[in-house]
């Protein structure tokens, strides 16, 4: 299993915290040192360890425990956002160029599966309907060479070959206008690695990105080397400048290091997985995905999710008892309409409140919209005029200030005064209703 050990050193997180009612500062120091624990032995690097620590810490005490959910079902939640925050929250597609061919230059260490790469990448965008083109520059290992021309056959992809005594710069140069000739989408550039960086390999792939201008610079890194992965896509970022790093080896028994550190470290995203030996065996680097995978609590996480789902509700509900209890001032008109906005859903809200009828999706786009307005005008008041809409009611000048100051209209700034007072009315009708159940006056 993919990440086993980490799997198993987290699993012994949660379980610090079966039985517990609660999530405290004192009860999560185990949990923590179990987290830590595991990570560091998976060999993520050490100030990405503490990140990582610090952030799940902060959010395990410092948001509440969800109702209906246990406290280690909690943790796996908080732990899993952020191992999806760590490895990028977004995906990180391939780029594509606009005009003309996209080049792709391959680099890194001999041996990580950089030639295994070229053949996969091929195969992988053929099915995405791309014709490709390798280029073999190589140039200090025959054998490579002919390594990438039996793939290619294999894929079903011309390979550019100029033999061992042409510079790879101008071979990377010459595949480029011969795939141009042929009128391919995409040239996948081949170099030569070493067993360690050395200054030649790095001005030569200069001199290749200088010859080509390569629409994406993808380092080729080896699962296995853990944290060293992440080093290298470092030091490669400084001394070349990629795009991004292509992790191989993710299936055997690699830790979990890697993925998880190169981001973080390099500030360089992760692009496409290598998970096998097959041509099939590469695809695209999905951090929740990995995150899920690394956890294996799928229907945890899902629990969980519905969970939040469910408060988000009971906030509403909430919401809806202030507003009637209230005396109602702009600061809790802000705090209404910003609630409302967080929640992303103005219906369901007014949907709850007995008394204010149905309302049509565009009345809700409207409203939606209006939020936006009522914030602006509401923060351009002083804090007095906030607590007493009556001064604005009463003052044309004032009115105005606030449109300069909030850049509405005069006739906005007064539709939202009318507005906060037509709600005080409503809702003493409706407290009248609820409370003495007598038909309401609707005065409004
Ligand atoms: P290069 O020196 O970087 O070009 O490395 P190669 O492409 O020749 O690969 C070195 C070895 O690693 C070969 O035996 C490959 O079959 C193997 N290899 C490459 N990618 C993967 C992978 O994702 N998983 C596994 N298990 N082996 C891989």
Same mark, same amino acid.
């Given at each position: ?43 993520? %690097? ?30 796996? *939640? ?10 990028? *929250? ?40 791309? %014709? ?50 042929? $009128? ?28 080509? $201008? ?50 973080? #470290? ?60 209230? *005396? ?40 939606? *919209? $209006? ?23 009463? %003052? ?8 300069? $100051? ?18 005080? #009315? ?19």
């Amino acid at each position: 299993e993919m990440f086993g050990q980490l799997t198993s050193g987290l699993e012994s997180a949660w379980n610090k915290l079966k039985g517990e009612e609660t999530l405290t500062k004192e009860n999560i120091v185990e949990p923590m040192r179990e987290i830590r624990r595991a990570l560091l032995e998976a060999d993520v %690097s050490l100030p990405v360890v503490r990140r990582f620590v610090q952030a799940v810490t902060d959010q395990a005490v410092g948001v509440g425990l969800i109702p209906g959910v246990k406290p280690d079902q909690q943790l796996v *939640k908080i732990v899993h956002d952020e191992l999806v925050n760590l490895m990028g *929250k977004e995906v990180s597609e391939l780029v594509f160029a606009k005009s003309g061919p996209t080049i792709i230059l391959l680099a890194g260490l001999q041996g990580v599966g950089k030639t295994t790469v070229c053949a996969k990448l091929a195969f992988y965008l053929k099915k995405l309907d791309k %014709s490709c083109m390798l280029v073999a520059g190589d140039i200090y290992r025959p054998a490579a060479i002919d390594q990438l021309s039996i793939l290619g056959e294999q894929v079903g992809v011309p390979v550019y070959t100029a033999g061992t005594d042409v510079k790879p710069a101008d071979i990377a140069k010459q595949g480029l206008q011969e795939a141009k000739r042929q $009128n391919v989408d995409v040239v996948i550039v081949d170099t030569a690695g070493r067993l360690q960086i050395d200054k030649a390999m790095m001005d030569e792939l200069k001199e290749v990105k200088r010859a080509i $201008n390569p629409t994406e610079v993808l380092l080729v890194v080896d699962a296995m080397t853990g944290q060293e992965a992440a080093a290298l896509v470092t030091t490669f970022n400084l001394e070349i400048g990629i795009t991004g790093a292509i992790l191989t080896k993710l299936d055997g028994d690699s830790r979990g290091g890697a993925a998880l550190s190169v981001k973080e #470290v390099a500030g360089k995203p992760i692009k496409l997985v290598g998970r096998g030996e097959r041509l099939e065996d590469l695809e695209p680097f999905y951090p929740d995905r990995m995150a899920g995978r690394i956890l294996g609590m799928g229907d945890v996480l899902s629990f969980v999710e519905k969970a939040q789902e469910v408060m988000r509700q009971e906030d509403a509900e909430d919401l809806q008892k202030k507003i009637m209890s209230a *005396k109602f001032d702009f600061n809790d008109f802000l705090k209404q309409t910003r609630a409302v906005a967080r929640m992303g859903s103005v219906s369901r809200v007014i949907g709850m409140i007995p008394g204010m009828g149905k309302v049509t999706p565009a009345q809700i786009r409207e409203a939606e *919209k $209006n939020v936006k307005n009522m914030e602006a005008i509401i923060e351009a008041m002083t804090p007095e005029e906030r607590e007493k809409p009556e001064l604005l009611a009463e %003052s044309p000048t004032r009115r105005k200030r606030i449109a300069q $100051n909030s850049g509405k209209t005069e006739q906005q700034v007064s539709q939202l005064v009318a507005q906060l007072f037509q709600m005080r #009315v409503r809702m003493k009708n409706l407290m009248g209703m609820m409370e003495g159940g007598s038909t309401p006056a609707l005065s409004n």
